[in-house]
């Protein structure tokens, strides 16, 4: 009898960052990020964002708040939402250079260059004509 094996997925410090300021800075849900990125556990996610919070000292929102808009969210400091923003605009250079690239690229390279792009990168070349 075959067991059905579960492929063991590591993912990076920066993807695991990326993930968890969208779900404490950005305030999107834990499953929306989930399968915008690819991911299959939710569960694993949640483990990620407990970890960042309880190292930085800092009480989960519960999500029922974070709709009101009188709600208390996380105030980062100044120097962190500068980096932020900085990560971000390297992000945006980034995949804006893909897409470039991708536009140029042969079939070869373009296959390659599919299979290292995150899902929503795919869905907005599909969106935009350019794949």
Do not use: H
Request: charged share 35%; hydrophobic share 35%; proline share 3%.
């Amino acid at each position: 009898m075959k067991r059905n094996v579960k492929k063991v997925v590591s993912y990076s410090k920066n993807f695991k960052d990326r993930v968890i300021y969208a779900v404490v800075r950005d305030g999107f849900s834990i499953a929306s990020v989930c399968t915008q990125e690819g991911i299959d556990s939710e569960n694993m996610v949640r483990e990620w964002v407990r970890e960042f919070m309880k190292k930085r000292g800092m009480t989960r929102i519960p999500r029922t708040l974070t709709k009101r808009k009188d709600a208390p969210k996380v105030l980062f400091p100044e120097s962190v939402n500068r980096q932020f923003k900085r990560y971000e605009e390297m992000i945006m250079y980034q995949e804006s250079m893909i897409e470039a690239m991708f536009e140029v690229a042969d079939e070869e390279t373009k296959k390659k260059l599919l299979e290292r792009l995150s899902p929503s990168q795919q869905k907005r070349l599909k969106r935009t004509g350019r794949l």
